[in-house]
């Protein structure tokens, strides 16, 4: 077996109580390198258009990369998919913490779950011992109280992947949480309802090996010199965290607010923002595995309403949804609800942009207090926001309503939430505005899993970073048109590349290239892999995914944007006046992709990229 891997999956069929290995192949590892490539694999060989996400015939695939466990910075990630219950197409998250590499030093390179249980287990993963365990003990914790009780059953160090009483009753807003009070979650596309479905509440796993490296030697000196200079070159984030991305994204015209409807909001965004953070809240920080940068926030709140706060701290996708495009500036309500979220194993970027939504949607008469039990959604009230995010947790009152998400919202509602509903193909939009960078709105129209800024994360070439093997030898200009198709299309394959590894996208920021990434999967696995090995490795990976989008249905029509993003200017700030033109960005992102002009990967391209046996 190549260097890096395990060489082995652990499969677990729920429905019969049995767990069995599969081996790793060369060829599937030279094909598809590991984490979100062969959950892609995996899981468009099991999962067809018929079915139904929260059916036994779903699977939940967890998935390492090479590179997970061993000396390369940022390297504790691991990747989760399966068919999303909130969109009905492709689901995926993917996570940092612990867990990873955990399962990666206990001995497998993923863990596949099949069938369903009749009864609430958890799994217990510690070498070749792998047990099924009854967890109706365990059945109403939440995530934190989870970690804390699985590990008492079964060792003081095992790492727990787990759901809250949202994923429980299967809420298409639920996802899956690790490292306890920190809090790092595979929160978006409603994977947690899977697990739910499955009656999974918990997997630990215990590991004691490092993966074998052909090159050792020469790896360790090499990361060790790229971690130095990611440190020096990421201050901003280990000094204030995601945190510190509100004020400037706030001036740049990236900053959601009052549901994306206006442009600035500087005073709101000063009162949340990552200084205001550390001035006071800020209990310390958190580091994933491996990771030389950490931008994790650990807070705490001890007067007020919301005191006992302790645990991982609002990230910048959670201020920016539920402060800005809530309009609440009240930094210690955040706090308390990103807690809330996390212990009832909710996605804050969905359960934000529903809480924006509603309050709209209130303003303008399309709800009223007779379906909210009479509670008044104001702008700027951090009360409603607390309130919903405990009724969706709780699954109770109105709240219970928005956590079914926005395609059953638009359903119920019509036309009139359309207008107001931020998201594509059903997932709700990160705090990042199209309007802003002209890249952004392609990227999130063509995203396989919906309205995401990772799966291209261009925007940072049209910013602050060049990077002469995409193509960009100096940051673009973000309201230019011309090659922005093809910048994203280029950044796509490379972050599904980086998604494959697994490592974190934040290197580079500091200062890793595609050939470094290229030289350590060479020197970790033993064979010669180049720059361009590596990105036709990632746009392998992301035609399969999109694939398993046009087997459910998809076309051009459903890669686009919500109205708001290309019909209304912002107004003010710092992208104003822009409107993104995405309909011949998006035909040069086809053309540049080989796909036709309704969307479809063509004969040709599949099967110069290897992709003949998918081939519809």
Not at 581 to 600: C, H, K, N, Q, T
């Amino acid at each position: 077996m190549l260097g890096g891997y395990a060489g082995k999956v652990l499969w677990v069929d729920l429905g019969k109580g049995a767990s069995w290995c599969e081996p790793v192949s060369e060829r599937d590892a030279l094909t598809w390198i590991g984490g979100s490539g062969l959950a892609a694999v995996t899981v468009y060989r099991r999962v067809g258009p018929e079915t139904g996400p929260l059916s036994p015939g779903n699977v939940l695939a967890f998935f390492t990369g090479p590179l997970t466990g061993t000396p390369v910075p940022s390297s504790g990630r691991h990747s989760v998919a399966g068919k999303s219950p909130l969109t009905g197409l492709w689901g995926e998250a993917s996570v940092g913490g612990h867990w990873g590499r955990e399962l990666k030093r206990a001995g497998y390179d993923g863990l596949v779950l099949t069938g369903a249980s009749p009864e609430p287990v958890y799994l217990w993963i510690s070498g070749d011992r792998v047990e099924i365990r009854g967890a109706a003990s365990l059945w109403g914790l939440d995530t934190y109280d989870t970690e804390a009780a699985v590990r008492q059953l079964t060792h003081p160090r095992a790492q727990v992947c787990c759901i809250g009483p949202a994923g429980e009753r299967l809420t298409p807003i639920a996802g899956l949480f690790t490292d306890g009070r920190e809090g790092r979650a595979a929160g978006r596309c409603g994977l947690g309802a899977v697990a739910g479905a499955k009656k999974v509440k918990a997997v630990a796993v215990l590991g004691g090996q490092d993966p074998p490296l052909a090159g050792r030697e020469l790896l360790q000196p090499v990361v060790r010199e790229a971690a130095a200079s990611v440190r020096a070159r990421t201050k901003g984030l280990a000094d204030f965290g995601t945190a510190g991305l509100v004020i400037p994204c706030e001036r740049l015209g990236d900053f959601p607010v009052r549901n994306w409807s206006l442009g600035s909001w500087e005073d709101g965004a000063q009162k949340i923002s990552g200084p205001r953070l550390a001035e006071t809240v800020l209990a310390g920080r958190f580091h994933c595995a491996a990771c030389p940068v950490g931008c994790g926030r650990r807070v705490a709140v001890d007067r007020g309403p919301y005191a006992g706060v302790r645990g991982g701290g609002p990230e910048y996708e959670t201020l920016g949804l539920f402060g800005g495009s809530c309009l609440i500036d009240d930094l210690e309500a955040i706090c308390y609800a990103n807690e809330l979220c996390n212990r009832y194993g909710i996605d804050t970027i969905e359960a934000g942009n529903l809480v924006a939504f509603s309050m709209e949607a209130f303003e303008k008469g399309i709800i009223g207090p007779e379906d909210t039990g009479g509670l008044i959604l104001a702008w700027g009230d951090p009360l409603v926001l607390v309130s919903l995010v405990t009724q969706m947790g709780t699954g109770e009152g109105f709240g219970a309503v928005l956590a079914q998400g926005f395609p059953y919202l638009v359903r119920k509602y019509g036309e009139p939430a359309a207008a107001l509903a931020m998201a594509v193909k059903g997932l709700g939009m990160p705090s990042h505005d199209p309007r802003a960078y002209n890249s952004l709105a392609v990227g999130y129209a063509t995203a396989n899993r919906g309205a995401c800024h990772l799966e291209a994360f261009s925007h940072v070439f049209e910013r602050a970073l060049a990077m002469p093997e995409l193509g960009v030898e100096a940051p673009l200009d973000p309201f230019a048109v011309e090659g922005k198709g093809v910048l994203t299309a280029r950044a796509q394959n490379l972050m599904s590349a980086v998604d494959s590894l697994a490592v974190c996208k934040f290197l580079l920021l500091g200062g890793v290239g595609v050939g470094d990434l290229a030289r350590w999967l060479t020197l970790a696995t033993g064979t010669e892999f180049g720059p361009d090995d590596l990105l036709r490795c990632g746009e392998r990976v992301f035609n399969l995914k999109r694939l398993f989008n046009v087997r459910c249905g998809v076309r051009r029509k459903d890669d686009t944007l919500p109205r708001r993003i290309l019909e209304q200017k912002r107004g003010s700030g710092g992208a104003a006046d822009n409107l993104p033109p995405l309909s011949p960005m998006l035909d040069e992102y086809y053309a540049f992709r080989g796909w036709s002009i309704d969307g479809v990967p063509s004969r040709s391209r599949l099967s110069e990229l290897g992709l003949g046996e998918f081939v519809p």
